[in-house]
């Protein structure tokens, strides 16, 4: 959370962590990592407009998360 001097929160900082356990049938190898994703949401003075920033935000670390999911999958396939 960050506030201003009125002591009002301004912004939040929205955080996801994803625990993968993958199981390679072909080599009977289990794959495990965590990827985090942090992003922030800003308040505003209308309820619905403080609503939609944290669903663009989450929209956001979703995008990264499956990026970084994908990325994470294919190399410890190479290693295989």
């Known amino acids: 959370k ?4 009125k002591n009002e929160i301004t912004k939040y900082n929205i955080s996801i ?6 199981n390679i049938i072909s080599s009977n190898n289990i794959v495990n990592f965590t990827v985090i994703e942090n ?3 800003k308040v505003n003075n209308q309820y619905s407009k403080t609503i939609n920033n944290e669903k663009r ?4 670390i979703v995008n990264k998360l499956s990026i970084k999911i994908i990325d994470e999958l294919r ?3 190479n290693d295989l």
């Open 57 to 60: 935000a989450i929209d956001e």
């Open 17 to 22: 962590t994803a625990k993968i356990e993958t």
């Open 39 to 41: 992003a922030e949401s």
């Open 2 to 5: 960050e506030k201003n001097i």
């Open 75 to 77: 190399l410890s396939l």
